[in-house]
Structures are given as C-alpha cells and as structure tokens.
C-alpha cells in the first residue's frame, strides 16, 4: 500500500466513523454542503465538466481543526441534489505532505486540469509553496503532475490558491500572495500550454495603485469577465475595521475594473465587500454552459473563534453557502439564489399581506427550522422595522438611519453581536434559514448577509415588528432535506 492509499483509507475509516456522530447534531443542516465529518474549508476547482457541476472542498477528514488538507469532493446535475464521491486529492507527495491547499480547475481537450497549492513545512515550521497541477478524464481520478509554479522572486513563501483561466487563446493564472516587504498582492502569470507559467507581475495591491496598503495577505484571488467590466474577487487578510466595514477577522470582496490580456495589466476602482454578515470568504466562482457566473463561498472565516462552534462536538465543522448567481448592476457585483434551488420548496406557500404599526406579530404556519422566506414590497417610510428569528437573530432596517442590521446571540459569549451596512431603501428580503445558519439577500441582491447561528434546537418561532406604519407581503415555504 503506497502513502496516497494508506491516506484515503485512513481518512475513509475515520469519516465512517465520525459519521455517525456527526448525524445525531440537531445543528446538522438540512440543504447545505457540509463535511460527512471533519473540517470544511475552502471551495475548489468549482466547474462545470462532464455534464455535472463539481465543487471540491478543503477537507481535514481527521479533526475539526486545520492541518494538511485533502481535497474533497461533491458533484450534483442541478445545484440541489449532492452526491459526497471519494477524495480527489491526498497530501501524499513530497510536494503537498502539508496540506493540497486551494486551486482552481479548468478544462482543456476533454480532460480536467486541477491547480492547487501543495503545502509543506520542516521541522521548524518554515514554508514552502509549489502551485501543482492534477489532470482527470472524468472529474474523480487524478494524475498529479507535480509543481508547475514555483516560488517566484520578490514573495513570501505566503503564496497560494492559484485561479486559472482562458482568454484569446492564451491561459492565465491569478495567486495569491505576499509579498517580500509583507505586502498582500494578486500575482498574475500566463501560459500557452498550462505547464509553463510565466510571471507577468502584480496586477492588484503589492504596494501600488489603490490598494498598495491594502493588508498584509490576499486569498483566493479570482479574475474574471461579468457583463462589461472584469472583476477580481480576492480575501485580503490584514485590514482594520472602518466604521460598519471590515467587522470580520478577515474579508472578501472584489474589485472592478479592466483586464488587458495582451500586456496583463489590469487598472480597478476601490474595493467592496461581496457580503456584510458574519461568516462568508474565500468565495470562487465558474461559468456554467448557459453563461450564468457561479459563486459558492464558505460559511466561516478563519480564525474567528472556529473551534467554539458547537458543531465541533458532534466531529464536523463548515459549511458551504448556496451557489449563487452573479450580475453587475451600475458597477455592482448583485448576488441572488440560483433559480434551481425553487425545486427545494415542499408544497405550497403560506401568503400573507400585513400591515404594522408599532406591534410584533407571529403570523400563523410562518415558522419553522428549514425555511425561505420572500417578503415584497416592503413599505417603511419612518421608524424600523424587524424580523425575530428563533430566539437568537434579529435582522432591523432603519428608514430614519438608512441601516440595515443583523444581529445573532455569539456562540461563544452568548452576548448580541451586529453586522450592518447602509441601504437608502429596503423594498424586498429573501432569506434561507437552514438548521444553523442564514443567508439574507437585500433588494434581489443588492446586498447579502450570511451567518451561521445557533438557536435552541426546538425553537421554529418567527415575529415581525415594526415601530411605525410598515406594508409588506410574504412568503413561506418549508424546504426539504437533502444532507444528513
């Protein structure tokens, strides 16, 4: 038994086990990706290929804690319905024995082309990186080529999560770096045939243009075209909170801008947050065969009190968020559920249209664990108002201050905690509530909250309050189960 089969059935022995565990949490969720057991992380090589959408994932199979990381893997037909395949990547070579870190894939003749980062550290803890390529004829066994990338000068040994792509008949890759003087950057090489990779320079922070200070590490960069503009989604670590922006340990959002493939420059506005809650970063993105561009994010963000997760004791950890589809409005990255996840509905809606005025009311059927919820035409010209979500999350628009805000009960202190953003109007909110966590999309995507939360397990209650005359409609359906 070589070192890559030893892993898989350490890792599949393990998982059996944990498993079970894992299924008696009242917090498992009900429609959301999640580990069998162990720790999630990161979304991988999301494509389109061989007539199915594949979403690998950072995998610790052993622990609810990081370590060297396998690559996991999930396949669907539709966007709702996920089948968990066995492991794509082991750390098994010398070049990944510390963890097959985050990439990217893409497909050339048929075949799949995986770019990842293998991880390794000595004795002392010292870093080294290779960006390494896997190739696959049917999306789950793969050849590992081996380091197709290797460190480049003027950077840190902080350099990973490589993003491929293709344009004019020449393949490029964005990575995410630091650079020498400490300096998070978005790397860009390119390539004729994707083995060799030749560095073009930086085309984001590094220590020039609007962002030459702009933290100390970029993740996960992510360059591509939506309607007429070219966005660099990215995860900068490093940043100091500014008022409402940047609560979160670390970030993610993106930039705008354009992209010459010719010189590889690429000139950008300023950089905004792609969402304003609790737990969203390291977010990728394809394009599926209709031209619909794809984004899946993880529910956490590192190093943000992971380990007080409840989760933890029942032997899993992470989440996905739902994949979602991205459009530019007036220079805006909009976020909204993919159409497919309607098929989640059971049954028919609960209707209501209310009006409020400086009350609370629970409406009869609009409750539940496993829900969505679409309230329209929302009038509230003064005052605010709010929607109370068992017992722990409370989401409050402000008319008078122009705020909108989330609040849950921490995990770890039980103390309220706030995200907000600033919205000049609230006309509709679409919210996904799963078992343990929320998804909240503002005005058809204008803005979006995502948080995991944990309230008491049989608490399904929901109430909606509003300080002055407040108009709205809504919707409920109960959505089904598709995880254990």
Known sequence: MN??????????????????????????????????????NDPNGFIQFGGKYHLYYQWMPFKTDHGAKFWGHYSSSDLVNWKHEEIALAPSEWFEKNGCYSGSAIERDGKLYVFYTGNVKDEDGNRETYQCLAVSEDGLHFDKKGPVLELPKGYTAHFRDPKVWKQDGKYFMVVGAQTADLKGAAALFSSENLTDWEHKGIIAGGGTGKLKNFGYMFECPDLFRLSDKDILIFSPQGLETEGMKYQNVYQAGYVTGE????????????????????????????????????????????????????????????????????????????????????????GEAVE?????????????????????????????????????????????????????????????NGIVEKRQCKLALLSSLRLFLDTSSAEVFVNEGEETFTARFYPDPENKEMSFGASQKTNFKIKKWNLQKKFI
């Open 259 to 346: 992209f010459n493939p010719e010189t590889g420059e690429y000139t950008h506005g300023e950089f905004d947050e792609l969402d304003r809650g609790f737990d969203f970063y390291a977010p990728q993105t394809t394009e599926d065969i209709t031209g619909r561009r794809l984004l899946f994010a993880w529910m956490s963000v590192p190093d943000q009190n992971e380990q007080d997760h409840p989760t933890t004791d029942y032997k899993w950890l992470h989440n996905m968020t739902l994949p979602r589809e991205l459009t530019l409005n007036n220079g805006k990255v909009y976020q909204q559920p993919v159409r497919e996840l309607e098929a989640l509905r059971e």
């Open 352 to 412: 209501y249209t209310a009006e409020l005025n400086n009350e609370t009311v629970a409406f009869n059927g609009v409750l539940g664990k496993a829900v969505e919820l679409l309230i329209e035409d929302i009038e509230v010209s003064e005052g605010w108002f709010e929607i109370s979500i068992r017992g722990n999350a409370r989401l409050v628009y402000s008319a008078n201050e122009k705020i909108l805000t989330l609040e849950r009960k921490s995990y770890t």
């Open 3 to 40: 070192r890559d089969e030893q892993l898989r059935r350490e890792a599949v022995e393990t998982v059996n086990k944990n498993k079970q565990i894992a299924e008696q949490d009242p917090y498992r969720l009900h429609y959301h990706i999640m580990p069998p057991a162990g720790l999630l």
